[in-house]
């Protein structure tokens, strides 16, 4: 694996690239619509003042939970917006199937049409908002977000998000040949502690080196803490689609991490990486982590490549 030098910097400013502007120029709306670059900078805004006010006060201590709020509100505006697009597609289909050629039934259809580009269109608006916040937050803090339930589309700002389930399911539809989920999925699962410039370092790496080798790669990781974020930035920064296998400690209690190993084997990755205690000489006296340490056992069990990943050597 090559050196190293750190991707996750602030990025300068983005240009629109008038697609979205197209989009609602062609609504037909007397309205105007805001701009591609105004949804941005008022993501970048709201994010900078949130971040502004509760820096060096006590809700410092709550900027987490407050961070992620403002971002997944748009999160679930785009969801909620969607839905009702979608309903409106319905209506179309419907309305099509029975079309009379009467004028009413002309009229409702030009409504639910209507209904359902307007829809697409507030829901990428919401999306940029949501991404540009998403993208400040991570800049000022080092924190990333990442959508508690469903996938996310990506924009020109961040990479796909989709939740390990939908990958599975995609996978098996492509082995029966109704569908392709796109490249090689590379697992990656790492110690909360390994969290070290050290540490992201050789995670960097190990990530660079699997995307030299497959250019289309999906990144599946469980999005813990520590070195699996910092897998998740380099995702997000790379814009390399990424696949969460979350654990679910409501259902699956201590076994929640190894199950969520299942669901990443599930997934059939090309390679399995691990990082099972910090490459740090300061920290080597931890002990290693027992998750990726069974993702790297499962992989041989299960004939798949396991790459470990390991201190440079002196």
Not at 34 to 49: F, S, Y
Not at 235 to 256: E, P, S, Y
């Amino acid at each position: 694996m090559t050196g190293f030098s750190h991707p996750f910097t602030a990025s300068a400013s983005h240009k629109s690239d008038s697609a979205f502007d197209d989009l609602t120029a062609s609504l037909g709306d007397p309205r105007s619509h805001p701009t591609e670059e105004a949804l941005v900078q008022l993501g970048r805004v709201l994010m900078t003042e949130l971040v502004d006010v509760i820096s060096d006060t006590a809700l410092e201590d709550y900027r987490i939970v407050l961070g992620e709020a403002l971002i997944g509100a748009f999160h679930s505006a785009a969801g909620r917006i969607e839905r009702e697009a979608d309903r409106a597609r319905d209506a179309m289909r419907s309305l099509d199937r029975d079309f009379d050629g009467s004028e009413a039934a002309d009229t409702e259809l030009q409504e639910a049409t209507a209904k359902a580009r307007t829809g697409d269109v507030a829901t990428q608006a919401c999306e940029r908002i949501r991404d540009a916040a998403a993208e400040t937050w991570t800049v000022a803090t080092g924190e990333v977000w990442t959508a508690w339930r469903g996938s996310r589309r990506g924009t020109h700002l961040t990479a796909a998000q989709l939740e390990a389930k939908q990958a599975i399911r995609a996978i098996r539809r492509r082995r029966a040949g109704e569908a392709d989920p796109g490249g090689p999925v590379i697992a990656f699962r790492g110690a909360p502690m390994a969290d070290s410039a050290e540490d992201a370092g050789r995670i960097f790496d190990a990530l660079n080196w699997a995307r030299q080798q497959w250019p289309d790669m999906a990144l599946a990781t469980t999005g813990a803490k520590g070195s699996e974020k910092l897998a998740i930035k380099w995702a997000q920064q790379k814009g390399v689609t990424l696949i969460l296998a979350r654990a679910d400690f409501d259902t699956h209690g201590k076994a929640a991490p190894f199950r969520a190993n299942d669901e990443l084997i599930a997934l059939e990755p090309t390679v399995c990486l691990t990082l099972v205690h910090s490459v740090d000489r300061e920290r080597a006296d931890q002990r290693p982590f027992g998750p990726a340490l069974n993702l790297g056992q499962k992989a041989l069990e299960n004939g798949l490549r396991h790459v470990a990943i390991k201190a440079r050597a002196a």
